[in-house]
Nanobody, 120 residues
Framework: QVQLVESGGGLVQSGGSLRLSCVTS????????MYWYRQVPEKDRELVAS????????TYGDFVKGRFTISRDNVRNTMYLQMNNLKPEDTAVYSC?????????????WGQGTQVTVYP
């Protein structure tokens, strides 16, 4: 059974830091590029960062501007997102996953998300 569980979200003051984790199981984690997305109500989901299978290539949304770092541990089947200098506009539900894993008849494996709230 494919599972992705995010953790590490919470309430933090502007300028603070959080480290999100995405623990996965049920698929060959090391074989897939992985993604962090975020979403706020009534807005489209927004790509935060991605990381290649071996971790050597990373990409970030323009809004990140050097504040976040994505990483992965293919032994622990876990991905991370270190977020520094957080801003109120970073408030969102952060989810991890990949569109490439087949789950039943569909493609796309995603977690339920973890809430990040940044106050001024």
């Amino acid at each position: 059974q494919v599972q992705l569980v995010e953790s590490g979200g919470g309430l933090v003051q502007s300028g603070g830091s959080l480290r999100l984790s995405c623990v996965t199981s049920g698929f060959a984690f090391s074989s897939y590029t992985m993604y962090w997305y975020r979403q706020v109500p009534e807005k489209d989901r927004e790509l935060v960062a991605s990381i290649s299978r071996g971790g050597g290539t990373t990409t970030y949304g323009d809004f990140v501007k050097g504040r976040f770092t994505i990483s992965r541990d293919n032994v622990r089947n876990t991905m991370y997102l270190q977020m520094n200098n957080l801003k109120p506009e970073d408030t969102a539900v952060y989810s991890c996953g990949t569109p490439a894993v087949r789950v039943g008849y569909n493609y796309g494996a995603w977690g339920q998300g973890t809430q990040v709230t940044v106050y001024p």
